[in-house]
Structure formats: C-alpha cells, structure tokens
C-alpha cells in the first residue's frame, strides 16, 4: 500500500479529520479516534458497511451526521489513494448512508413502533421522577438505583458492574446510548441481560437522577461561584490606588514629576486582607497630601514635556507561523491547559491522551514505547510527579500538597484531574 500507512499517520492527516469532526458539528472532536478506525478500515478490520455505525457508536451522532463525516473522510483523506484500498469509495459512502436504513426495512414496522412507544413511556417516567426529590450525590444514586427491589442484582459481581455503570452515566462519562447498549449486554460479554421492561424502567431512573444531578452541581458551582466573586476585593484597582498614593508623596517630598509612576513594595502574591486592611489606610495617607505643590509640580512636568522633539517609532510587523504538532509532539508538550482544553471532564480528557497512544500503537510497538516516553516527560505528568515526590519526602498525603499549592495560588491538579492522571499513567505501561 506504499505510502499510505504513513499518510494517514500524518499531523497534516490529523488535523483533516478534526476539520472534519468540526464542521459536522463535534464540539470536542476526537481526531484520534476517527483516525483508528480509518486505518481499521483500510486494512480491512472495519467493513465500509459498518463504518457509519461505528462512527454513530463512538460519537454519539446522528446518521446523517456520521454519513457526512463518512463521506469528507472520503473525498479529504482517502480519495487520494483509492486505487490501493481493499473497497471503492463508492461503497463506503453508499453503505454508511445504507446501513440503518436497510436494518429499519428489516426489522419492519412494528419493532419502529415499540421503540417509539418505549422513548415515549421512558420520557414520561423520567418527568414523573423528576417532580419526586431524590438523591442528589453519586453514592446516593447508585445504591438507589442498584438496591431497588425492580432492579436487584442477586450476583455480587453484577453489582459490582451496574455500580460502576451508573456512576461512570452520572458524571457524563458514558451517554445515554452506551449506557443502555452496556445494561442489554449480555453477562457473559461484561454486561448486565437487563431487557424489556425492566430495561425501560431503570433507563428512565437512571436519566431522571442524572438530570437533577447535573443540574444541582450547576447550580452549585455557579452559587460558589457568585460567593467568591463577592468576597475578593478589585486588587487591581487596590493596587491603582496606591500607586496613585506614592506618586503624589513622591512630587510633594521632590518637587518633580517621576518618570515613570512609583509601584508599591509589596510582594505580587500579597494576600487579599493586607489589601482590604490597607484600603482606609491610604485614604488616610491622600488626605495629608499637600494638592498645590503636587499641581506646581505637574504645570512645570508638562512644560518641560512640551519643549521636547517628538521622535517617531517604527515597529516591524510580527508574522505568526502556524505549526501542526504529531502525536509524539502534541503529548511531549502536553501541559495542565492544554489537558484542561480537551475536555471539562478529566476522565474524558485522559481517555483523548491515552487515544492518541492507541493510535501510534498502530504504527508499531516501538512507536507506543515514543508515545509513552513523550507523556512522562510533558509538563502535565511532570507536574503530577512532583506532586507525588513531594508527598512522600514530606511524609503528608497528597491532597494535603494539592491544599498548600491552592492556597499560595499556583496553578495545579483538581482531585479528578489527579485521579485521571494517576490512572492514565497505571494504563500507559510498556
């Protein structure tokens, strides 16, 4: 296949496929992904025919969204080497945009009934619970919903599972279509058997406590929010103020105007009460300020300024090149920020970096042996192993260095963005 392997590898190839994931729509597009199962379908892993539902599956998108992706992978990507590829093109658009609509034909029109009568009864479900106060924490709601007598699990390790499926739904790491896909699997296959009614019954609980959840914690953080606002005075104009203060004290004291203005002693990092406990100080302070000779001395500033030649500066026009990062380079320099962009959920931007491992892993062992090396030395897992390293020489838990950083103001891990780290380093192993 020549140079295809390499091609689709490419930084100028990835950054196609998060074009592609962009402009249908995806708003925290998975480059990585979409590019695992383009060179699953190219080396005959993935069928054109199941191309659309996968990318349906995995990114939890209509069909005529997937279709789209489907057919600018297409003609942006795989258009350029059709002669090499184990299918034509045609079938793989023909049959992405096929696919469900030849299983709907098949399944005929009574199962579309039932499907819609089953929406229709979990939607009305969902509101009934809703209006009923339940629980508003994750522990709360997993032993509501895994105890409750229509949906007991007699089996230890069954309970074990819908414990951690409905955790991992409440905090938005799995959608509603891989939840429901996870409880009809079978139990031989990792999932729980849970079919007809039953299935029903616990979808529409399920989602009912997610809904008034999600929406509590909104509510919560946004409150947390309004408070801290509140109660941070405006430091920047605390420290426009004092400035202002010095400058006068200066020209009473000098009789001249400073060239440029006097910046107070304290430290960048003061703390917000020397700040609030200096305010009535420097209004103090103003009030014994001499205003004639502060005026005498700007009048004669202003003279001595308008005597002057105006010399005009030139500036060169700065140029920004636009530079495409691999993999390799993109997890080298990974950083908190950067980490923080790929998803608001930690867990969810763990799973996008160990992705993008999984995708060298096709090129060859060696290169996810680069990849992994590439994240231990970026910023991010550096900061964790700090982090760790500091714990254990000063002998205190890690939450506790966690408090200390916060506390002085430096940037580091929240407690899930820790938890996601820790794991992604226990799952990148060589």
Known sequence: MGNVPSFLHSAKTLEAYRQVLLQAGIADPNEATLALLVIRLVRG?????????????????????????????????????????????????????????????DTGAESEKKLKEELEDIKQKKATILETKGPLDVPAIIKEICENSAFKFDDAQLRERCAKLIESRVRDVRTPEQTRAQLEKAVESGGLGVTGRRLSDMLAMIE???????????????????????????????????????????????????QEHIAPAAPVVSRTSVAISAHPEQMAREGKIDASKVKNAVAAAREAVALKPKITSSMQEITFVKRLLGPVDELRSLSLTDFRRLSKDASQAATKVKDKVDLMEEQGYNKKVEAIGAWRASPLNQMYVGITRDAVL??????????????????????????AVMKLNADLRF
């Open 45 to 105: 892993v993935l069928r054109p025919q199941d191309f659309g539902v996968t990318i349906v599956s995995r990114f939890s998108v209509s069909q005529e969204v997937a279709n789209q992706i489907a057919k600018d992978v297409a003609q942006r990507v795989l258009a350029q080497f059709e002669k090499d590829l184990p299918f034509h093109l045609s079938e793989l658009i023909r049959d992405s945009s096929s696919t469900i609509d030849n299983r709907r034909d």
């Open 208 to 258: 009912g406590r997610v809904t008034a959840y999600q929406g509590n914690i909104s509510q919560e953080e946004r409150r947390k929010r309004v408070e801290k606002l509140a109660q941070v005075p405006d430091k920047a104009l605390l420290a426009k103020k004092e400035e202002t203060l010095l400058t006068k004290r200066y020209v009473e004291l000098t009789g001249k105007v400073p």
């Open 394 to 419: 000063q002998g205190v838990a890690v939450a506790e260095i966690l408090g200390k950083k916060r506390t002085a103001g430096e940037e580091t891990l929240s407690d899930e963005e820790l938890k």
